[in-house]
């Protein structure tokens, strides 16, 4: 399935691809190699579910979240104006010193 999502995203779910790409790794090469080919550059994030790929993709420039644990990580690194609901609150967590989304949950 592909989504054509806000801001210049596009969301796939390639769950059903899996084996016959060899892999999540070698499928995100090859999404990697065709982008390319294109011309033009993308941040490609693998994660659970789509919302948390995009957070990945748009806050890190891409990453591997396979785990619970690794998108735990992942999203605690995220720049917390990355979600478009915070943009909005951006000054005020800027002067609570809050800068990403592990600095909002303490």
Same mark, same amino acid.
């Given at each position: 399935?592909?989504?054509?999502? $806000?801001e210049a995203v596009?969301l796939l779910d390639?769950? +059903?691809?899996?084996?016959?790409?060899? @892999?999540?790794?070698?499928?995100?090469?090859?999404?990697? $190699?065709?982008? +390319?080919?294109? %011309?033009?550059?993308? !941040?490609?994030?693998?994660?659970?579910? %789509?919302? !948390? +790929?995009?957070?990945?993709?748009? @806050? =890190?420039?891409? @990453?591997? *979240?396979?785990?619970?644990?690794?998108?735990?990580? *992942?999203?605690?690194?995220? /720049?917390?104006?990355?979600? /478009?609901?915070?943009?909005?609150? *951006?000054?005020?967590? $800027?002067? =609570? %010193?809050?800068?990403?989304? *592990?600095?909002?949950?303490?």
């Amino acid at each position: 399935n592909v989504v054509d999502a $806000d801001e210049a995203v596009v969301l796939l779910d390639v769950t +059903a691809s899996l084996r016959l790409f060899h @892999g999540i790794r070698a499928l995100r090469r090859r999404v990697r $190699d065709v982008v +390319a080919s294109f %011309g033009v550059s993308a !941040a490609i994030s693998v994660a659970s579910t %789509g919302p !948390a +790929a995009w957070m990945v993709a748009r @806050g =890190l420039r891409g @990453g591997l *979240a396979l785990s619970a644990r690794s998108l735990r990580r *992942a999203l605690a690194r995220v /720049p917390l104006v990355v979600a /478009p609901d915070a943009r909005r609150y *951006a000054t005020w967590f $800027d002067e =609570l %010193g809050c800068e990403t989304l *592990a600095d909002l949950q303490r």
